[in-house]
């Protein structure tokens, strides 16, 4: 299954809401994590039954679901049932070829974004999609599971009471998880930077077939890079200038600081995508100049060898009587005549910066 599309064969002809897990990551055994908290205690936990999630539905604390893992759909149907969520927000959980967006059903939100990370292979960028389901007290996150995620930092910060988190509500906690995820997204950046000035300085030195495929490799990256943030802007937009009331004033402060991050992360790109297509115009004129630099030395020594052939060609003529073949003089005479026409040539042609 290529990156850039899923199958949908799987789903044809099946009513809306229909649960098929559409994915990357077929058969893997499903992980669930929460964390409760409030501002004086933390509960954390791994839960082999999806039935003690539903402990935590009507306490008064901030609770965090992780799901890691979409392989059973039938765990997803039954929280959806629990919290109330719409089929079609279940359809597109399992869906993992969503792209980024929000949706507001009052009582809670829904939030899709793309996880990106470098793939196994060192180059080629890997995503995977997350959705967000965001309560009064809750938040519910779905991975695919392919590679861990993220949130590590955000965990950190809850176990250990570092800064606001543990003291605000669950809407603070979807603004880290949203942040934490867009910060990543600087560091394959910063990836691509380098790359991309790898790419410039041997375009410069020691073009080669090589660098061509490379720079189409990472014009491919960059716009699999811009299908997954672009879209980021509108969502981030959607939660700060929303009228939803499961995002407290306090919060939106934040999600703008978020929202300027995500618009500088489209511009970079924008702007690697620019300095790639400049660097295919770099690479066909370098080799256009090295083509152009063979063809002088080659017109320079046809050039060279024009008149010294008129020469030979004339003594290589058949005919009895030519006076000079009678000389013994005129074999290294005509040697000579030929080397001083080279040299002078070599001069002319030196004199001019033609060589």
Known sequence: MTRHTHKRSAKAGLPPGSLVHLGNTPGRQILITVMDYDGASIQEKQISVIDECFLFRDKPSVTWINIDGLSQPDIIQ???????????????????????????????????????????????????????????????????GIEGDVFTAVRDRLRNDKGRIRKMGADYLLYSLIDAVVDNYFSILEKLGEEIETLEDRLVTNPADKTLTEIHF??????????????????????????????????????????????????????????ASGMIDIYLSSMSNRMNAVMKVLTIIATIFMPLTFLVGVYGMNFKHMPELDKPWAYPLLWLVMISISAGMLLFFRKKKWL
């Open 218 to 275: 990472l014009k491919r990256e960059l716009i699999y890079l811009r299908k997954a943030v672009w879209p980021l802007r509108e969502v981030i937009s959607g939660l700060q200038r929303g009228e939803s009331p499961l995002i407290q004033e306090g919060t939106r402060v934040y999600l703008r600081d978020v929202y300027d991050h995500t618009i500088e992360i489209i511009e970079t790109v924008e702007t690697f995508r620019d300095m």
């Open 78 to 144: 039954k929280l959806g049932d629990c919290y109330g969520f719409h089929p079609l927000v279940l359809e597109d959980i399992l869906n993992t070829g969503q792209r980024p967006k929000m949706e507001d059903y009052n009582e809670y939100l829904y939030v899709v974004l793309k996880m990106l990370y470098p793939g196994t292979d060192g180059g080629s960028v890997v995503s995977e999609q997350i959705s967000l389901i965001a309560g009064a007290n809750f938040i519910i996150s779905f991975q695919e």
